[in-house]
């Protein structure tokens, strides 16, 4: 049975750094891309970052860009998002999904994680 786990959120200050991790179980992580999302309150997911499993291309929302860097190692089977500089508009629970396609479109993803939450707050 496919798996993912979501660690790593918590409270940070503003220009604060977290590193969140995602590890996969019961399926093959390097057959799969993996993207990040944001949910916040009752609003839908937003994606946040995206690697393929092809070629390790990353993608991006223009709102991270500069601040936020996906990465993976297949080995651990574990997908990384490490966050700097963190602003209080980042907030929100992280979830991080295993899918095919390369893209941000929220239902193209099968498998997902329970989310880790992450606040930025003085």
């Known amino acids: 049975q496919a798996q993912l786990v979501e660690s790593g959120g918590g409270l940070v200050q503003p220009g604060g750094s977290l590193t969140l991790s995602c590890v996969a179980s019961?399926?093959?992580?390097?057959?799969?891309?993996i993207a990040w999302f944001r949910q916040v309150a009752r609003n839908g997911r937003t994606g946040v970052a995206l690697?393929?499993?092809?070629?390790?291309?990353?993608y991006y929302a223009d709102s991270v860009k500069g601040r936020f860097t996906i990465s993976r190692d297949n080995a651990k089977k574990t997908v990384y998002l490490t966050m700097n500089d963190l602003q209080p508009e980042d907030r929100g629970v992280y979830y991080c999904?295993?899918?095919?396609?390369?893209?941000?479109?929220?239902?193209?993803?099968?498998?997902w994680g329970r989310g880790t939450p992450v606040t930025v707050s003085s």
């Open positions: 019961g399926f093959a992580l390097d057959r799969y891309t």
């Open positions: 690697i393929s499993h092809v070629d390790g291309s990353t």
């Open positions: 999904a295993a899918g095919r396609p390369f893209t941000m479109v929220e239902r193209a993803y099968d498998d």
